[in-house]
């Protein structure tokens, strides 16, 4: 049976799920968690809320312990509001605690289900919203149990813009009812005389204020008066909240109260009324609050974060524009520099914000920090509504997905990213954080120096690395299909020929990492024309095979997409259009098989010792004073209808010899060993073990497991190459009763390798012909 609140709010968004979390002092919370996203959630951020069956698939796909419904809006007409009743049932009996008499009767009828503890009730109703916004009507009234465990009593919520939730069980009963205003007058007082020390007549008037403290007073007045009344308190919770904090603060006098009236009438029309009875209604004991009215005002030295201003402008830029007394993110007033709602995308994968200058993610609390409700309309009253900027974003200016391809537009209307390829989409659109490099400001002819520096390091190599780099300036949205190494001794210039080509690019399209990072979970850094990976030294702890292999899948296409993984960031796809040159010190610095055809090395027999004084400090100011601009030109004119990108390029002198370098003393041994057997068409690494010439040191390197992993790459250095068993569900062969792998000579049909490897198996002796 579906239950009334499932009927009347499923397709309302503020749902929520939750998981079982301890908190800092260890106790077991019910942590909100985003019915839109893996994250956490909260009850004041909209983005996170969704309706129920978001929540459900949420639940299902990223799991948690239950639902939750936020108090808030369900519409322009209603709020939904909540009582949370603790501790009026025990887990040895079914009796309802008597206490909770006078609030049943108020409720009754109204949907109510047990607590997800079973101890407790959760009643749900709805209010009109001119009545919720009437006065405050938050109220927590908690008694301690005499046998010191958990406190029991209520805690009632009616609020507009969320801040509370309940967990939800859709296993109660009752209807979703309208709560008319004075049966939740009847019911808050009901709650308020069940707080400890107060009235036990149902309505009572409201404790008299306390005498107030004069510092307290003064500050609270203060604060109050500094605190302008801007866009930012439009809403009647925020009056009503700093209202409550200037009766605490005060004590309730008429100074508090004139002071918040006339605070209060810069916005709202009715604040003489309104005021006074909000004012009537107010109790002391919440120890001040709204952040104690902005730790009053900022210490008395406040500045109006809510102020904005252009932010500076000029050739410098902002850095550059701002005093040397100012610090940065500044205006000269102390003030953050200016962002708009058009600065922001929602994320809807998510349920953040994209933030479209830098590409990074803001979380909604932030986006509402640091932009102003937004008018949406005027209500039957003709008060206008406001709702959060990031709601605004999210309902009007929403992407489905992100990515990053060169030579796009920055959104990618009408078609989304499905399994790495393209596909058709009316109405959707992808976030591309790809950013055009600026425009080209320089001399073509003017290339001259750096033309020569290159031709200088890598006198044979010149054209083709020429070639390859213009390659990634005139065609950044086009996959290379080899990679680029540059090689030589330290301090003979490699970087500062590959600096002018990552400007050309683009710096935001351009990225330097090391080895280690390369091999890594993360890697953002393949959004990349250009991603060197700097300095590969034979001293740096890496596996040189899993480099090598984690190169060759991003060194060239296909793959044509890359799927990226972000810390914090739900994995989305991209073209695979990097550009990778490696640079080195040593040709031992990584591995390289013989035949490779992905990659170029280009090696410099240069010393640092023939670039004498200030050579490199030259061509550097010289790049500084227009040389960038003049290798940019240079490389987006240079011819290349000779380059075939796509082609393997050509193996290189340097290239055979770190091919040959990598050909260790146990290779030898290998095809010595595979010679003894007379090059059967199949072998097993027992077959090796057991070939006649096979020297001890050479048995002992077999049988260290330390050099497993090493042992596919000495059969692969010998034309071997592993064969699956289609038989097992592990690929491997039965022989001699133990599971192992059977490699077979490369150059067979895959035919007359599986017939090899199943004569093999059925053998018992070493492999043959």
């Known amino acids: 049976m579906t239950s009334p609140l499932e009927t009347a709010l499923a397709l309302v968004p503020i749902w929520l799920r939750w998981k079982l979390e301890p908190n800092e002092k260890g106790n077991l919370t019910k942590a909100p968690y985003s019915a839109k996203h893996p994250g956490k959630g909260s009850h004041t951020t909209p983005a996170d809320w969704g309706t129920l069956a978001q929540a459900q698939l949420a639940l ?154 004069p510092d307290l007073h003064t500050r609270t007045l203060s604060a109050l008066a500094a605190l302008r009344n801007d866009e930012r308190f439009t809403d009647r919770d925020d009056w009503i909240a700093i209202g409550f904090a200037v009766h605490d603060g005060t004590g309730g006098s008429l100074a508090g109260r004139l002071a918040w009236t006339a605070w209060t009438a810069e916005k709202h029309a009715d604040a003489e009324n309104s005021c006074c009875r909000a004012w009537d209604t107010f109790t002391p004991g919440g120890s001040i609050t709204v952040a104690t009215l902005f730790k009053f005002a900022r210490e008395d030295g406040w500045h109006d974060q809510a102020l904005r201003r252009d932010p500076p402008t000029g050739n410098g830029g902002v850095l550059a524009s701002l005093r040397d007394d100012e610090p940065i993110g500044g205006n000269g007033e102390g ?141 950044p949205g086009e996959k290379i299909n080899h990679m680029l190494v540059l090689g030589g001794d330290p301090g003979i210039g490699k970087d500062t020929i590959i600096e002018p080509v990552l400007r050309a690019v683009g710096e935001r399209n351009a990225h330097t990492i090391s080895p280690a990072q390369f091999v890594g979970r993360f890697n953002g850094h393949l959004k990349s024309v250009v991603l060197r990976v700097a300095e590969a030294q034979s001293g740096q702890k890496f596996d040189r095979f899993e480099f090598y292999e984690t190169l060759k899948l991003h060194g060239a296409a296909p793959p044509n997409s890359i799927r990226i993984d972000e810390k914090n960031v739900q994995e989305y796809s991209i073209a695979n259009v990097v550009g990778l040159i490696l640079t080195a010190n040593k040709r031992s610095a990584f591995y390289l098989p013989a035949d490779d055809r992905r990659t170029y090395v280009a090696w410099s027999e240069c010393r640092q010792a023939d670039f004498v004084g200030d050579h490199f400090a030259k061509q550097w100011r010289w790049y500084e004073h227009g ?52 090059s059967p068409k199949v072998v097993t690494l027992e077959d090796i073990r057991d070939a006649a010439n096979s020297t001890q040191a050479f048995k002992d390197y077999l049988n260290d497991r330390r050099n497993r992993r090493l042992i596919s790459h000495r059969f692969e250095a010998i034309d071997y190459e592993p064969v699956r068993n289609p038989d097992a569900a592990d690929g491997l062969w039965k022989v001699r009763y133990r599971r192992v792998v059977i490699y077979a000579r490369k150059g067979l049909t895959m035919q007359d390798k599986l017939e090899a490897a199943r004569q093999r198996a059925s053998r018992t002796g070493h492999s043959g012909q």
Not at 407 to 433: C, D, H, K, M, T
């Open 60 to 213: 299902e796909r990223w799991g948690g312990d239950g639902l939750g419904v936020v108090a808030a809006a369900v519409d322009h007409e209603y709020v939904q509001g909540e009582l949370d009743v603790d501790g009026c049932y025990s887990l040895d009996c079914d009796q309802r605690a008597s206490w909770l008499d006078p609030v049943a009767e108020i409720l009754d009828g109204h949907y109510c289900e047990p607590s997800v503890s079973g101890t407790g009730l959760h009643y749900h109703f709805l209010v009109r919203r001119d009545v919720a916004t009437r006065r405050r009507w938050r109220i927590n009234a908690k008694r301690e149990t005499a046998n010191g465990g958990k406190a029991h009593g209520f805690e009632l919520a009616v609020l507009e813009s969320g801040g509370y939730y309940l967990t939800v069980t859709l296993e109660g009963e009752g209807e979703l009812r309208v709560l008319e205003e004075s049966q939740l007058e009847a019911l808050h007082g009901a709650i308020a005389a069940f707080r400890p020390g107060a009235s036990k007549s149902i309505g009572a008037r409201r404790a008299p204020a306390r005498p107030a403290d």
């Open 335 to 475: 003030l953050p520099l200016a962002v708009t709602r058009d600065d922001f995308l929602g994320y809807s994968l998510q349920g953040n914000f994209i933030f479209r200058p830098t590409g990074q993610l803001w979380p909604a609390s932030s986006i509402n920090a640091r932009l102003r409700p937004v008018s949406v309309g005027k209500d039957a009253d003709g008060k206008e509504i406001f709702i959060s900027a990031s709601r605004w974003i999210s309902e009007h200016q929403a992407v489905e997905q992100m990515t990053w391809q060169p030579g796009a537009p920055e959104i990618i209307r009408n078609r989304l990213v499905v399994e790495g390829a393209w596909q058709e989409y009316v109405g959707a659109s992808v976030f591309n954080q790809y950013r055009a490099p600026p425009p080209i400001n320089g001399d073509p002819d003017k290339a001259g120096p750096y033309l020569e520096l290159a031709r200088t390091i890598y006198p044979a190599d010149a054209d083709h690395i020429l070639d390859w780099f213009a390659h990634r300036v005139q065609r």
């Open 627 to 678: 040389g960038f601009g003049h290798v940019a030109a240079y490389l987006a004119r240079r011819d290349l209808r000779r380059f075939n990108a796509k082609a393997p390029p050509p193996k290189t002198g340097a290239f055979l010899d770190i091919v040959n370098l990598n050909r260790a003393s146990e290779d030898a041994e290998f095809a010595d060993a595979v010679d003894q057997l007379n």
